[in-house]
């Protein structure tokens, strides 16, 4: 009987998560699964809720704390950071504290310059960083890929 109750609780929190995108009632759903086996072994309702109770919160606090620690270490990769370091062309001269447009990769993107200087159009620049929406660039003679 109490097998049937621990399984209705386990689907219970199962859909439950399914809701959430927090991944937290799923230790609970597993400590049910759990504890549905050892409902045959253990008569005590309370003892039964008690380890319920013990194991779902255990999952909880070592997985939560190992997947934070995982996604802290985590270095997420975005399309920005191969833009860093390429060689575009100036379509739109680039004027002191002035933004111009470079093309990179056959896109344009607003470009100003690193130093504040005049770079002419068709002129090569390399991209030292990307700040909001603009890169920022300095002149190169290097013939590299675009």
């Known amino acids: 009987m109490m097998n049937t109750v621990w399984l209705i609780v386990a689907v219970a929190f199962g859909i439950a998560e399914l809701m959430t995108t927090s991944l937290t009632l ?16 253990i008569e005590s309702v309370i003892i039964q ?39 575009g062309v100036v379509k739109v001269e680039i004027l002191p504290y002035t933004t111009g447009i470079v093309t990179l990769t056959g896109e344009d993107w607003t470009a100003i310059s690193e130093n504040n200087e005049k770079i002419e ?14 890169l920022v660039v300095k002149p190169t003679d290097n013939q590299e890929e675009q």
């Open 121 to 134: 159009v068709g002129q090569l620049v390399k991209v030292i960083r990307i700040e909001g929406v603009k």
């Open 26 to 41: 799923v230790w609970f759903s597993i400590g049910a699964l759990i504890l549905m086996v050892l409902s045959t072994f």
């Open 49 to 87: 809720i008690a380890l319920f109770a013990a194991i779902s919160i255990t999952l909880l606090v070592i997985f939560t704390k190992y997947f934070v620690d995982k996604d802290k270490t985590f270095k997420y990769n975005t399309n920005l950071q191969g833009i860093e370091q390429r060689t």
